[in-house]
């Protein structure tokens, strides 16, 4: 079995304003790097659309028929003061659902070993009923649903190192003892949530807040101090990542210093720990990274790492 790499090129008509950090870019850089010689055995698929019942099992369904509607057929609309909707952009959403939803099930099949979604918009910080940060759904907390629903998985564990906290996904499933969220972030930054004191209605949700220059030694630290035990103990029967780049040195949104070889070592830990409780279920769905050199390069850490798999 191999890695699979699923994306798809209705993403990149989400089209957002001139000068805006989220942008087609980063897709087209991610997918060259991983058209490189060393990613000839990636299998590769594109995203089909999440259906809207699916994209409902994590959101309301009239707020996905909201968003559908609120999407223009001509020009751009703005949602918030960081978010907008193009016309391609209801498609791009649902296809960045789609491939996390897809991932699942072909990682459960044990017809991929793991999997990467390069997709946008990304959807981290899409709460229960509300768009926000770049996002309008919640890709990873649709796929966590999903594998619950029709794969009838009882635990599913979420770990997120964008450098943003996932305030859209902590919502989500605050009061849900059968999903564990984890996350380390900077703070203070964007969204402003993410204290360590928040944890849940169950004690299910871990935070992990870095300080404006931490770099590799305290991200790692974070996580085997924070994370990694707290995992363990959950025993996840599958671990999605929120992987986000933009901790990297190089980014502009925020100032941590990760650098590439520590994407690659937070990846192995997360194998490790779907090793032992997972049967190796690993499903990755790209949230941020904005500096598009670091995006890539990050980007073909973390993929390589899987492939190590």
């Given at each position: 079995?191999?890695?699979?790499?699923?994306?798809?090129?209705?993403?990149?008509?989400?089209?957002?304003?001139?000068?805006?950090?989220?942008?087609?870019?980063?897709?087209?850089?991610?997918?060259?790097?991983?058209?490189?010689?060393?990613f000839?055995?990636?299998a590769?698929?594109?995203?089909?659309?999440a259906?809207?019942?699916?994209?409902?099992?994590?959101?309301?369904?009239?707020?996905?028929?909201?968003?559908?509607?609120a999407c223009?057929?001509?020009?751009?609309?703005?949602?918030d003061?960081?978010t907008?909707?193009?016309?391609?952009?209801?498609?791009?959403?649902?296809?960045?659902?789609?491939?996390?939803?897809?991932?699942?099930?072909?990682?459960?099949?044990?017809?991929?070993?793991?999997?990467?979604?390069?997709?946008?918009?990304?959807?981290?910080?899409?709460?229960?009923?509300?768009?926000m940060?770049?996002?309008?759904?919640?890709?990873?907390?649709?796929?966590?649903?999903?594998?619950?629903?029709q794969?009838?998985?009882?635990?599913?564990?979420?770990?997120?190192?964008?450098?943003?906290?996932?305030?859209?996904?902590?919502?989500?499933?605050?009061?849900d003892?059968?999903?564990?969220?984890?996350?380390?972030?900077?703070?203070?930054?964007?969204?402003?949530?993410?204290?360590?004191?928040e944890?849940?209605?169950?004690?299910?949700?871990?935070?992990?807040?870095?300080?404006?220059g931490?770099?590799?030694?305290?991200?790692?630290?974070?996580f085997?101090?924070?994370?990694?035990?707290?995992?363990?103990?959950?025993?996840?029967?599958?671990?999605?990542?929120?992987?986000?780049?933009d901790a990297?040195?190089r980014?502009?949104l925020a100032?941590?210093n990760?650098?590439?070889?520590?994407?690659?070592?937070?990846?192995?830990?997360?194998?490790?720990?779907a090793?032992?409780?997972?049967?190796?279920?690993?499903?990755?769905?790209?949230?941020?990274?904005?500096?598009?050199?670091?995006?890539?390069?990050?980007?073909?850490?973390h993929?390589?790492a899987?492939?190590?798999?």
């Amino acid at each position: 079995m191999s890695t699979l790499y699923i994306t798809h090129p209705a993403c990149l008509d989400h089209i957002t304003p001139l000068g805006h950090p989220e942008r087609s870019e980063r897709l087209k850089v991610v997918d060259r790097v991983l058209e490189g010689e060393k990613f000839a055995l990636l299998a590769r698929e594109q995203a089909p659309a999440a259906a809207l019942d699916t994209i409902a099992l994590a959101h309301p369904l009239d707020y996905v028929e909201q968003i559908r509607d609120a999407c223009p057929t001509v020009g751009m609309v703005r949602i918030d003061a960081d978010t907008s909707m193009s016309p391609g952009s209801f498609e791009a959403a649902t296809r960045a659902a789609g491939a996390a939803v897809r991932a699942v099930d072909e990682v459960v099949a044990t017809k991929a070993a793991n999997a990467f979604c390069a997709v946008r918009p990304p959807g981290h910080h899409a709460e229960t009923a509300r768009p926000m940060g770049f996002c309008l759904f919640n890709s990873v907390a649709v796929a966590a649903r999903h594998a619950q629903k029709q794969h009838g998985l009882d635990r599913v564990a979420i770990v997120d190192f964008d450098v943003h906290h996932g305030n859209g996904t902590q919502d989500i499933f605050w009061n849900d003892p059968t999903v564990m969220y984890c996350s380390t972030h900077e703070m203070p930054l964007y969204p402003g949530t993410g204290a360590t004191s928040e944890r849940g209605a169950h004690n299910n949700i871990v935070n992990a807040p870095l300080q404006a220059g931490d770099g590799g030694e305290k991200f790692r630290a974070a996580f085997e101090g924070a994370i990694l035990p707290r995992l363990a103990g959950f025993a996840p029967e599958l671990v999605i990542i929120s992987a986000g780049f933009d901790a990297h040195t190089r980014d502009p949104l925020a100032n941590l210093n990760l650098v590439e070889a520590d994407f690659t070592w937070v990846t192995q830990k997360l194998m490790e720990v779907a090793d032992k409780s997972a049967g190796g279920r690993v499903v990755s769905v790209l949230e941020g990274g904005y500096d598009l050199q670091g995006l890539a390069n990050s980007a073909a850490a973390h993929v390589a790492a899987l492939m190590q798999g």
